[in-house]
């Protein structure tokens, strides 16, 4: 399996970036699929997922600014970003049950 992240970037704060993640190597379709963050010095966060099922689960630190959603036919998972804050600056991996991405790089500049 292989995860693709990509859309990661410089932005200022208020801003707004689309996270993509593109799968291979199996069907996505019955899986489950998120993301986390990890920012310089911290731990690994969840950050949001969605569910094969049709839930879909978001961090409080994100609620009502970031919007996942997938594309099964397309086997990928998108993190729609919006109002950014500089705390919101860390690598951003996608993960499907057992496999990461490598990351994508978001700053946030205040």
């Known amino acids: 399996v292989q995860l693709v992240e990509s859309g990661g970037g410089l932005v200022q704060a208020g801003g707004s970036l689309r996270l993509s993640c593109v799968g291979s190597?199996?069907?996505?379709?019955?899986?489950?699929m998120g993301w986390f963050r990890q920012a310089p010095g911290k731990e690994r966060e969840f950050v949001a997922r969605?569910?094969?099922?049709?839930?879909?689960y978001y961090a409080e630190s994100v609620k009502g600014r970031f919007t996942v959603s997938r594309d099964n036919a397309k086997s990928t998972v998108y993190l729609q970003m919006n109002s950014l804050k500089p705390e919101d600056t860390a690598v951003y991996y996608c993960?499907?049950?057992?496999?990461w991405g490598q990351g994508t790089q978001v700053t946030v500049s205040s």
């Open positions: 993960n499907v049950e057992n496999d």
């Open positions: 190597g199996r069907t996505f379709t019955y899986a489950d």
């Open positions: 969605s569910l094969w099922i049709g839930s879909i």
